[in-house]
């Protein structure tokens, strides 16, 4: 595996810098976590079109006739399923049943590509040598990577490169665009497009989607959007202790064939329709903001906050909480020694613009 710097720039640093970018550290990464206001940003992917660099996402390419055993194998979801062009969501778990990672998985007909986050890359690529194929190969591809997101991204795309998403490319399918490989996939709740294409090329892109006044987002923005869209960030809702049935992730197993012997699956299939707890969400009854960490107070027993922030949308605090399964209705969370109000609501809080929680 290739060691690389302690703190690394993407294509578009100096793009960030210029727009005003304020960097942070961000997985080992400088990123911009916003460009001067977080609401304006995440008002725009919610309401035109946002983007964010997302070129610290680890990009893996798997190749060789073994390539579709070795995915049904490590991973929760099944690629057999996927079509040409396709693509899914699914969970790399370790042998305890934990979450080694979560990822997208695209299948392209050279190859399957996978999506992986910045800070597990180093855990995923081990995990892929320790179990290697004889008839595969993976590597890790130097792309950069930008995310188009809102309801008007890819009629904006398709300004500037005419044809780049045709009409027939789905949610969750992909298309060639020259060298480019855009999804038709996002982090944000909204429609929207990822697209990896060579780090050359990542600044013309990134400046044209800028003259079509496309609003530059940071990681602030990136998360006030995937938590009002119910998304999980790993390592706060998902981690290597906690098994994908107690992080609202039971739909992404595929448990049929029952022959198929994933890792973890044995470590999970106990709690398969029994899991003591979920991950759900909580809207804010009384003043303050919800936080990672806080006690939760339910009729069926305690829980936790996994993620909390104040949502722009809903112009109040959101979180979610994993919390007994039997947990309805409202509920308590300690802030700073306080005992506030709030009710367990069904995710996502928004999705397509829309608020589901009222």
Not at 89 to 101: E, F, H, P, R, T
Not at 239 to 250: G, I, Q, R, W
Not at 255 to 275: K, M
Request: hydrophobic share 40%; proline share 5%.
């Amino acid at each position: 595996m290739t060691q690389r710097p302690s703190v690394l720039k993407t294509a578009l640093f100096d793009a960030h810098v210029a727009a005003g970018g304020k960097m942070v550290d961000f997985a080992g990464w400088m990123l911009a976590v916003n460009y001067g206001s977080q609401i304006e940003e995440h008002n725009a992917v919610r309401t035109s079109a946002g983007m964010f660099d997302v070129s610290h996402m680890t990009i893996i390419d798997v190749q060789g006739t073994d390539a579709e055993a070795f995915l049904r194998r490590l991973v929760a979801n099944d690629v057999a399923k996927l079509e040409p062009w396709g693509a899914l969501y699914g969970a790399v778990l370790n042998d305890q049943g934990g979450v080694i990672d979560d990822l997208i998985i695209y299948r392209l007909p050279e190859a399957y590509r996978c999506v992986v986050n910045a800070g597990t890359r180093a855990k995923v690529l081990g995990w892929f040598a320790k179990h290697a194929l004889p008839a595969m190969e993976f590597a890790e591809q130097n792309l950069a990577m930008i995310a188009l997101q809102g309801p008007t991204a890819i009629e904006t795309m398709n300004r500037i490169h005419p044809g780049a998403v045709p009409d027939d490319v789905r949610p969750f399918m992909a298309c060639r665009h020259g060298e480019w490989l855009i999804g038709r996939t996002g982090y944000t709740g909204e429609d929207g497009i990822e697209i990896m294409l060579p780090e050359a090329e990542a600044g013309d892109l990134w400046h044209a989607l800028r003259t079509c006044g496309v609003q530059p987002c940071g990681l602030g923005a990136r998360d006030t959007l995937r938590l009002e869209a119910g998304l999980n960030l790993y390592g706060q809702d998902l981690d290597e202790e906690t098994s994908p049935l107690a992080s609202n992730l039971a739909w992404t197993i595929a448990w049929h064939p029952e022959e198929r012997q994933f890792v973890g699956r044995g470590a999970i299939e106990p709690e398969r329709g029994n899991c003591p707890t979920k991950l759900t969400g909580l809207v804010m009854q009384d003043k303050g903001i919800l936080r990672h960490g806080q006690l939760v107070t339910t009729s069926a027993g305690d829980g936790i906050i996994t993620s909390g922030t104040y949502s722009p949308t809903l112009q109040l605090s959101i979180a979610l909480a994993r919390v007994p399964k039997n947990a309805t209705g409202d509920c308590q969370v300690d802030i700073r020694g306080k005992l506030k109000q709030a009710k367990i609501v069904k995710p996502p809080f928004v999705r397509f613009g829309k608020i589901l929680t009222e």
